[in-house]
């Protein structure tokens, strides 16, 4: 079995952030290490480690490692924030580490994630029925949190307690995060899966083959408009037609409640080449699945109904757990 540990999936060491290069898995398990908040900011950018807690460890450990190397603070913290703008978690943890800038205060921004994940994939798991054939999008498991995963640790957590039948894998176009990552770690945890097209999700439901879907989110807004990985919002449309329940299973650090609705949530749009290096081609990384979409939105708080705006909780910007 791989090793999933929190400190192999992203580290600080005395002289560089040490990460599992996301970008050679399956194929090759490499690690690859920074040795300045720029050289963080780059490896976030371009997704040597992806999913919005795990570049919030990353950017929180790559400001400290900043710190202990002199670097101009103010310019470590622009750069690094700049590196993806739709995960909110992001900044948050740079604003975590602005106000208490040491070595610790990273590493327990990453002890802390983890246990909510662990939390939250509890609470998630009551809501997945016995002998449940689970549909997930993208990557959310410990790669994508720093150790456990929020829809895939929901998984995790009902397969352990024999709720999990099989999981339908969306390869995830265009990186196939969902193919190379989620596969590669439910193969890890011997939990039965198979990889589809992203197309195919809606007519296995039509087959009633899917009983419920779990998505991570890497914003959500006050009023529970959820932007994840591009297609989730497509899924949810077909989860709702088919009457199937749609869950989103994410961190306090994920909730932005200065964006009203997800109008105000910023969309990355990544280089058109990574979906046609020939045709001209548009690649936005994101969309935001409505509210009315979404039949709960799990937190480590517990389960969250509509009307979000007043279900959800308040994120605590500096408390720990």
Known sequence: MEDLTPSRIVRLEDDAVVLLDQRRLPEEVVELRCASAAAVADAI??????????IGIA????????????????????????????????????????SEPTRER??????????????????????????????????????ATGGYGTALGAIRSAWEQDLVAHVWVGETRPRLQGARLTAWELEALGIP??????????SLMAA?????????????AANGD????????ALALAATYHRLPFIVVAPTSTLDLDAETGADIPIEERDATEVSARFPARNP?????????????????????????????????????
């Open 45 to 54: 950018r371009d997704m040597a480690i992806r999913g919005a807690p795990a």
């Open 226 to 233: 959820t932007a994840n990985k591009i297609g989730t919002y």
């Open 193 to 202: 899966f198979a990889v589809i097209a992203d197309g195919a999700a809606a």
């Open 285 to 321: 990384a994101f969309d935001v699945t409505p509210a009315a979409l979404i039949t709960a939105i799990v937190t480590e708080e517990g389960v969250h109904h509509a009307p979000y705006a007043t279900s959800l909780p308040m994120p605590t910007r500096s408390a720990r757990l």
């Open 59 to 98: 950017a929180a450990y790559g400001y400290a490692l900043a710190v202990a190397r002199g670097e101009d603070l103010d310019q470590a913290f622009e750069t690094l924030a700049a590196a993806r703008p739709t995960a909110v978690n992001l900044r948050w943890a740079l604003e975590e580490m602005r």
């Open 106 to 143: 990273a590493r327990e921004i990453h002890e802390d994630e983890v246990e909510r994940c662990r939390r939250m994939a509890s609470h998630a798991s009551e809501l997945v029925a016995p002998g449940s054939r689970v549909l997930t999008h993208c990557n959310a498991g410990g790669l």
């Open 208 to 220: 009633g083959e899917v009983d419920c879907v779990l998505t991570g989110a890497d914003r959500i």
